[in-house]
């Protein structure tokens, strides 16, 4: 198994741009996070969702931020517009949700400059 | 609100040591709880799952233990060696409410000296 997916592994822009981030999960999971790792804050949740549903949403910090996933195998973590403070290191996970043994992927390191 | 703390936030020991992380949660209606490894500029690895019903996993050199009623979790890491040095986490899954989540402690950095 390949394990989750992300893409970009890093990724630079500039204040005010768009940035997508991409993740794919384990073939077979129904549940996929999304999570932001800082020095300052340590790791957050922004959203998690089950069966393509988003199911708790607290955690996205701003409207700058959204996230979809149109189906099984793929989600996507938005934000427009970027600022500096948005840079951190973004994780996907995945699980099954009735045992919810999360799996990581290596993560997506933004810059917004 | 479920609370998951780790101490100490740092541990320097040499090689050979055997070693205890800790972890402690503030309600005990817990699904199940997840060590986790993180190396630098890493994502995180799972090393051991236990579940509510269970007592202890083990796999090779590490052990964890749950103790719901005391709000406690500790990882046994037996002769440890250079390559154990990183960050390790747990995180609790909560029984109710938002179910499907993990809560994640600020993690130990341990660093193991040849």
């Known amino acids: 198994d390949a394990g989750v997916i992300q893409s970009p592994r890093h990724e630079v822009t500039e204040m005010g741009q768009e940035v997508t981030l991409r993740c794919k999960p384990i073939s077979g999971h129904n549940s996929l996070f999304w999570y932001r790792q800082t020095m300052m804050r340590g790791l957050e949740l922004l959203i998690y969702?089950?069966?393509?549903?988003?199911?708790?949403d607290s955690g996205m910090p701003e409207d700058r931020f959204s996230a979809k996933m149109p189906n099984a195998s793929f989600s996507t973590l938005k934000i427009q517009p970027s600022e500096p403070r948005d840079s951190a290191v973004y994780f996907c996970?995945?699980?099954?949700?009735?045992?919810?043994?999360?799996?990581f992927g290596p993560g997506t390191r933004l810059t917004v400059t | 609100k479920q609370e998951v703390t780790q101490i100490p936030a740092a541990l320097s020991v040499p090689e050979g040591e055997n070693l205890v992380l800790n972890c402690s949660f503030t309600d005990s209606a817990i699904y199940n709880l997840q060590w986790f490894r993180q190396d630098p500029g890493k994502g995180l690895t799972s090393l051991l799952l236990i579940q509510s019903s269970q007592r202890e996993q083990t796999s090779g050199r590490l052990n964890a233990s749950l103790d719901k009623s005391s709000g406690r979790s500790t990882l046994y890491i037996a002769a440890s060696q250079p390559g154990d040095s990183a960050t390790y986490l747990c995180?609790?899954?909560?029984?109710?409410?938002?179910?499907?989540?993990?809560?994640f402690g600020q993690g130990t950095t341990l660093q193991v000296k040849p």
């Open positions: 995180a609790v899954g909560p029984l109710v409410g938002n179910t499907g989540k993990l809560i």
């Open positions: 969702f089950n069966n393509n549903v988003p199911i708790d």
């Open positions: 996970a995945s699980s099954l949700w009735t045992v919810n043994e999360q799996y």
